[in-house]
């Protein structure tokens, strides 16, 4: 088995099992859930039906937070590549094999990645970066929660991890553990999943505690952001957005009505390069 999927769950209801079953693959792979400790019945009832499937689920006796519970199915799996993935979220079917394929093929590459389809608030199509580019991910994270990723890369990275009091931006970290240590990806030309978008999210949750888990990152990479300058000009970023991003992004308080009009420039393709989709599209994408 060359990849595992690690499914992330607490207190998600029914979507746990719509994200399982959204895994089809024609070779053998690991497939995990970790629990981590759901208190509602219809998770629970869930996890039961699954186990009767013959789908492997760690139980976490206390809520830990995402971060710990991916590293649980880390440590309960043993694929070379990981794909971790939301319970709230659908992979595309296929797409572990393809991006084994490429992962194969570029030895050196941490990850393979792929484009996002995002659907529940709106439906679009967001573009991820085909690098990783260390001066972007030093002021904001435009790279997906789900890739497929070398063990060894997030080994060598630190994994996720909690960042403080806080959770959240544990996905946001282990970028910039990547990007710091000069980690390169390679990328599938196709979406890899689709996210559910909805007010629950934990980075969702997270910008409350924006400026709090930011100081918290550069303290964690302090070679990364030493390095700045020499990132910034090897950016493939176009020069306006070199110079925008430490101001648009990093520690810098929330804007007023950013929840809506961020969204809307997303929508036009005005500032990240994102177009809408019609729903047929990601159905299209999902019965493949």
Not at 241 to 257: E, F, W
């Amino acid at each position: 088995m060359r990849s595992c999927v690690i499914v992330t769950c607490h207190d998600d209801g029914t979507l746990i099992e719509e994200a399982v079953r959204s895994v089809r693959e024609s070779e053998s792979i690991e497939l995990v859930v970790v629990d981590d400790a759901s208190e509602d019945s219809a998770t629970r009832s869930a996890l039961l039906r699954l186990e009767d499937e013959g789908v492997a689920v760690v139980r976490q006796e206390v809520n830990a937070g995402v971060a710990a519970t991916r590293m649980r199915g880390l440590a309960v799996t043993s694929a070379p590549f990981v794909y971790p993935l939301d319970a709230d979220d659908l992979a595309v079917p296929g797409i572990l094999a393809r991006m084994a394929d490429a992962l194969e093929s570029n030895p050196g590459a941490a990850a393979c990645v792929g484009d996002v389809i995002e659907f529940g608030d709106h439906e679009l199509l967001r573009r991820t970066p085909q690098r990783l580019d260390p001066y972007r991910v030093a002021f904001t994270n435009e790279y997906p929660i789900t890739a497929l990723f070398r063990r060894t890369a997030i080994e060598a990275a630190g994994g996720w991890c909690r960042l403080g009091a806080h959770h959240g931006y544990d996905d946001w970290n282990l970028w910039m553990g990547l990007a710091e240590r000069g980690e390169h990806i390679v990328h599938l030309n196709a979406p890899a999943y689709c996210r559910r978008l909805h007010g629950l999210r934990l980075n969702h949750q997270a910008k409350a505690h924006h400026r709090y888990l930011y100081e918290n990152l550069r303290g964690k990479h302090p070679t990364l952001f030493s390095q700045i300058s020499d990132h910034r000009r090897r950016s493939d970023l176009p020069l306006i957005k070199k110079y925008l991003y430490p101001h648009v992004y990093g520690s810098r308080p929330a804007v007023p009505l950013e929840g809506t009009i961020k969204p809307g420039l997303d929508r036009l393709g005005l500032w990240t390069r994102a177009r809408p989709l019609p729903r047929s599209a990601r159905e299209t994408a999902l019965d493949r």
